[in-house]
């Protein structure tokens, strides 16, 4: 049940539409969840799920005005090629990033699918390979190929040895003869995985605020259901059995659903060194408190200042 929001719709307010870019995935079950139990629709939201198959098209579909809020990578602030002054105000988990590859220890002549060479998820898979497998990856072995499902679909196409995942598809990748690697938390423990992102201008109104309450109650209902109630709604979200199957107990690991959903500078500083370490030469653009929404910038810099 929904409890009653903070910041409601003020009185004579007509709803909000609010397009929304996302990722395919068990990620995004809580939002489901929120659709499916008419959370949004009662706090006077219209909310639409667009999903997108890579962060390139993400990253163009938020600069053309496409999405007013999207879900995706805090790596992606870092870059500076994203409009629109862009503030992450949630964080949120997707499940621990794993990286697997084919039956056999990684060699040098190993291709590795990437949905951007200079996306997290490849450095990620760097910094895996590079601390966990003792096998540093060179430019010219990563090959982008797309989003979660495309790089899923060219492992287990023999087009590539093995790329980055996270649930449902670590696990499928296991039950194909790929086995896990190594993940984040083994390399960059304090890593944010995703965020919700929205224009600077309209982080504190009064729909962005309803839409992040709303993910974070239906967040900590699902949690409150255990692995039948989130299987139940990968369920009514289309996921077919097997992946529901794999995709629960990630979403239950500790880089799931039990995420804090404070932006922290500890966090985005995490991101930042780990885009330092595979690009040298990357300076951030802006500081990285003034990428954290208004509530976390203050208290992010209340905490440098203690």
Known sequence: MLPALSVPRPPGEPSRRLTVGVFPGAGGVHLHH?????????????????????SDQQSAGWNDGDFDLMHTSPDHLLRGLLKRDPVAVRAEGIGELAVHRRQGFPLPTDR????????AF??????????????????????????TVQRFEAL???????TTLHPPFDALAVEQGAPRVGGHLQVVPDLITNVVVTPRETATTWHTRAYVEICRASTEELLASGAPGIAAALSRQGLPDAAVRAAVPGLLGPAGLSTSPEVTLRG????????RRFTPDWRPH??????IG?????????????
Not at 133 to 147: E, N, R, T
Request: include cysteine.
């Open 268 to 275: 985005m500083e995490a991101v930042a060194g780990l885009r």
């Open 294 to 306: 208004p509530d976390g910038e203050r208290r992010a810099r209340q905490k440098e200042q203690a």
């Open 286 to 291: 802006c500081p990285l408190t003034s990428l």
């Open 34 to 54: 929120a659709l499916d139990s008419g959370y949004f629709r009662r706090a006077g939201l219209e909310v639409n799920l667009v999903q997108v198959v890579s």
């Open 112 to 119: 590795w699918a990437v949905d951007n060479a200079r996306s």
């Open 156 to 162: 287990l196409s023999d087009d590539v040895d093995g």
């Open 122 to 147: 490849a450095f990620v898979l760097r910094a895996v390979l590079a601390d966990v497998a003792g096998s540093p990856v060179a430019d010219d072995q990563l090959v982008p190929v797309g989003g």
